[in-house]
């Protein structure tokens, strides 16, 4: 059975999109670091198929092998969806403590690096890997210096990876603005019921997993397939 690692996945767009990989016949690793949401989220999702918990923190290299061990021989997907955003609300970097920036990149630019280098060598040709990035990685927000700067990196890792395995489909998708926690976080105090649920982000990836689109950045609306 094809299997699938969704980090993140006990809530929003990792929830979701493991939602539709086991609806498809995928097995899914998924991992998060509260144990109540993650034992809440298995027990939904095993409704739907074999889908294995573990609980931990990407930054753990112990973890992260423990995901792809889980994974086994039939791994065929990575997606690097679990993240952080930092302080909220976000700081300019005049004023950004250096070691909660150095734990941000540590989420999310390292440990998806740390991810793919152990799930490459497992992926036979076609495999893919999806980095889940932000708008905030190629505008310029201010006050998003901290978290854009880092889903930059991350753009910029996907690029020389795939260049670097041209027999893989590896990918950097921006799932646009979503009713998440994260983004509330980003917004404290305001109403943000106007975002699309994570849900509606889940087809565009769906997309790019299943199809033979080159690798690449992708908005995850833009490559969805359009209703009848």
Known sequence: MPTAIVTGASRGLGFELTRALLRDGRRVVIDARGARELEAAARDLSELGD??????????????????????????????????????????????????????????????????????????????????????????????????????????????????HPQLRIHAVDPGDMRTQMHQDAFPGEDISDRPPPEESVPGFLALIEGERASGRFLARDVAPVAP
Do not use: F
């Open 51 to 164: 889908v294995v918990a573990i609980r931990g923190s990407v930054v753990d290299a112990d973890h992260r092998t423990r995901l792809v061990e889980a994974a086994g021989a039939d791994l065929d997907l990575l997606v690097n969806n679990a993240s952080v955003l930092g302080p909220s609300p976000q700081p300019q970097l005049a004023d950004y403590p250096v070691e909660v920036l150095e734990h941000v990149y540590r989420v999310n630019v390292v440990a998806p690096l740390a991810l793919a280098q152990l799930a490459i060598p497992r992926l036979g040709e076609g495999g893919r890997i999806l980095n889940v990035t932000s708008d905030a990685a190629v505008e310029v927000y201010e006050g998003w210096g901290g978290y854009g700067s880092s889903k930059a990196a991350l753009e910029q890792l996907t690029r020389v990876l795939a260049v670097e």
